[in-house]
């Protein structure tokens, strides 16, 4: 895992990050258009991530929410100060509605008390999970796809 510096937590830090560890991410045109206390957001253009009728892929629209959700686990550790790793143990989505635009994922960050525990757990047995949820929003902000996945930190 790459060591980083304070400035590489910033959105554009981060962005760099999953670009350079995850090639995929670059080709998507992923963009982290915000990353705070509150919330994770990812985008990426709907004419790198097009299907045969216009909309969204499907592929990419779960993408997508798994890369918030990685990427805000992520940044978790890494305000804690802690050198790990995150992947997928499980994840499902629900697709409502088609994205016609750019595709656009929001990951609210968990609670503090969720936070807190989830990092105790972590440094106590080097492993720990946390289920992220994750909204990308259609037309108007409203929910096209609901995604929830089940991610495991390790040390």
Not at 1 to 17: I, K, N
Not at 40 to 65: I, Q, Y
Not at 136 to 152: L, R, T
Request: include cysteine.
């Amino acid at each position: 895992m790459s060591h980083l510096t304070p400035d590489s937590m910033s959105a554009q830090g981060l962005e760099a990050f999953l670009h350079e560890k995850i090639p995929l991410t670059r080709a998507m045109g992923l963009r982290v258009a915000e990353s705070n206390a509150q919330r994770l957001v990812l985008e990426a253009p709907l004419d790198r991530n097009v299907n045969h009728l216009g909309t969204a892929f499907g592929g990419s629209l779960h993408t997508l929410p798994t890369l918030a959700c990685y990427s805000a686990l992520w940044t978790l550790l890494h305000e804690a100060g802690i050198d790990g790793h995150v992947v997928v143990k499980h994840s499902e989505a629900n697709y409502r509605a088609p994205v016609t635009g750019t595709l656009r994922a929001v990951c609210a960050r968990p609670p503090a008390a969720a936070c807190a525990g989830f990092l105790n757990d972590l440094r106590r047995h080097r492993k720990a999970r946390m289920i992220l949820s994750v909204t990308v929003e259609g037309a108007n902000g409203k929910p096209a796809v609901e995604f929830s996945g089940s991610f495991v930190a390790l040390v």
